[in-house]
């Protein structure tokens, strides 16, 4: 290896199996998780984020978070910042938050509002909101200075479900394969999810989390529901088929039923609000989830639908941003939205703080080879496989 | 009287920045979207930007550099980010031709384009 390799997969990269024992073994109830370095080892993040996080579609903002012409946001992917801008056509951008004059960061504040143009504050090179340079000092005496070609560098956008995802990579993967295809591998189909109408639902409420934890063991943990008996009462409460350990994301189109008493997806088991009008009959009164890797988790429950997004900040940070959305109408009459949010807010709290629980043990000797899945998780073995072929040298 | 272009040339919320004209620094001509034509120098004189990159809205023109703003029809400065105003000159049409009379009062320039007006 040399030191030019701009994101190095180390090459003492740990198998996720340990070498097995002489002979054949018997199919075995624990399977392997990942060594302990895949959740502490700085050249392995570093991997993941060129590897993983900047050639994947990644769900950066609500459309609604871009309200109006001239709103931008800047968002972090992988190790880039990136600058999303409504248009004055409405057609929302994405640039690399980069001025091509000397480089200088564009746009400093996580959003805002500009009228026109984004301006570098250094030598105000000015972008129209095309990303087209369209003024610099003296440019006028600088004609061949070609304004398309060195303008803001775009960055692929697509709108889905309401959310605004980009792809940092000059090729991006198929969106529909790799996004899409994530919902229909859990639901089994593209419809189901169309149900519920998501882009046509609002945000009633946004809640951050900063986690002092890997990125991978916050998707393991969604991924399964081995702990949602032991540290997820409320949750518990409402899906009772919980209780057995086995996650809805263990099966194909499976939601997990609301128990008998329970009369909505809230904290106490109370009302919520009036079902979203797509939603099926057969999907009424069940709790499906969904993980779109590498950084989405989406909830979908009879009358509201929660939204994970995560950002890896380092080996050991994640920043968690999660939406809740509700019918138009439910936000704009002011109802008490506390009941709904509470209760998935609770189980991210749960959940956070036992990842921020694993995290500082991760280093111990005696994870070095790792821990073990038992048979409600071995479905986690094939993300691990995941991340390690996308990690793999050899990987296109 | 100078001719700029034809006036199919250039649509309503269009701009021609017009150059190598005699004795004169550069010039921006408008088609407004409601319909008017207006010509003004076309060097913001706060600093070095074209006004013909600018934005328009009503009878004034934005520079896109610093947002300095000046009245198309008598070329006014807002006194704010500019202090100098532009010249506004006469625009004319003739058979769907646009033509400019230059105003003759001395242009005010900003030092960097003052300079390269001169080499």
Redesign the interface.
């Given at each position: 290896m040399t030191t030019l390799d701009p994101a190095p997969v180390p090459d003492t990269v740990p198998d996720a199996a340990p070498t097995a024992g002489p002979g054949p073994a018997a199919p075995s109830s624990l399977v392997p998780t990942l060594g302990g370095r895949w959740y502490t080892d700085p050249g392995i993040f570093a991997a993941e984020q060129d590897r993983i996080l900047e050639r994947s579609w990644t769900c950066v903002a609500h459309a609604g978070d871009l309200a109006a012409p001239g709103a931008y946001r800047t968002v972090t992917v992988g190790r880039e910042s990136i600058v999303l801008v409504r248009g004055r056509d409405q057609g929302i951008r994405a640039f690399f938050n980069v001025c091509r004059h000397r480089g200088a960061r564009l746009c400093v504040e996580p959003e805002g509002q500009v009228r026109?143009?984004l301006?570098c504050p250094y030598h105000?090179w000015?972008y129209d909101l095309t990303g087209t340079l369209?003024?610099?000092?003296?440019?006028?005496?600088m004609p061949d200075v070609d304004r398309v070609s060195n303008g803001l560098a775009p960055v692929a956008v697509r709108e889905w479900i309401g959310y605004v995802w980009v792809c940092v990579a000059p090729d991006p993967p198929s969106f529909e394969s790799d996004v899409i295809g994530s919902v229909i591998t859990r639901l089994g189909d593209v419809e189901s999810i169309e149900h519920y109408g998501i882009e046509g639902l609002a945000l009633g409420r946004r809640i951050s989390y900063d986690v002092a934890a890997n990125w991978k063991l916050i998707v393991e943990n969604f991924m399964e529901c081995y702990h949602c008996a032991t540290i997820h009462p409320e949750l518990t409460e409402v899906l009772p088929e919980f209780a057995d350990g086995y996650a809805a994301q263990y099966f194909v189109g499976h939601g997990a039923e609301f128990g008998e008493e329970v009369q909505g997806f809230t904290v106490d088991g109370s009302a919520g609000h009036g079902r979203i009008p797509g939603v099926a009959e057969a999907q009424d009164r069940r709790y499906y989830a969904i993980t779109i890797r590498p950084q989405v988790f989406v909830n979908l429950v009879p009358d509201h639908v929660i939204v994970h997004r995560m950002t890896p900040l380092a080996p050991d940070r994640t920043l968690v941003e999660v939406d809740w959305l509700f019918l138009p109408d439910v936000v704009a009459s002011g109802v008490d939205l506390d009941p709904s949010v509470e209760l998935f807010h609770r189980v991210n709290v749960q959940d956070f703080d036992a990842c921020e629980r694993t995290q500082p043990a991760m280093p111990s000797r005696v994870y070095a080879d790792g821990g073990s899945l038992v048979p409600s998780e071995h479905h986690i073995a094939e993300f691990h496989r995941w991340v390690q072929d996308r990690l793999a040298p050899d990987h296109p | 009287m100078i001719y700029a272009c034809q006036l199919t040339d250039l649509p309503r919320g269009g701009s021609l920045r017009l150059t190598d004209l005699p004795g004169s620094p550069p010039v921006a001509l408008f088609h407004t979207e409601d319909g008017e034509l207006y010509a003004v120098d076309d060097t913001c004189t706060h600093q070095d930007a074209s006004l013909a990159d600018g934005f328009v809205e009503d009878c004034a023109v934005e520079c896109p550099l610093h947002a300095a703003i000046f009245d198309l029809r008598t070329g006014e400065a807002d006194g704010m980010v500019a202090r100098f105003p532009v010249r506004a000159h006469r625009v004319m049409i003739e058979d769907g031709a646009v033509h400019l009379q230059l105003s003759e009062a001395v242009p005010y320039l900003p030092p960097g384009a003052r300079r390269s007006v001169a080499s």
């Open positions: 026109r143009s301006q105000a000015t369209i003024a610099a000092p003296n440019l006028t005496s | -």
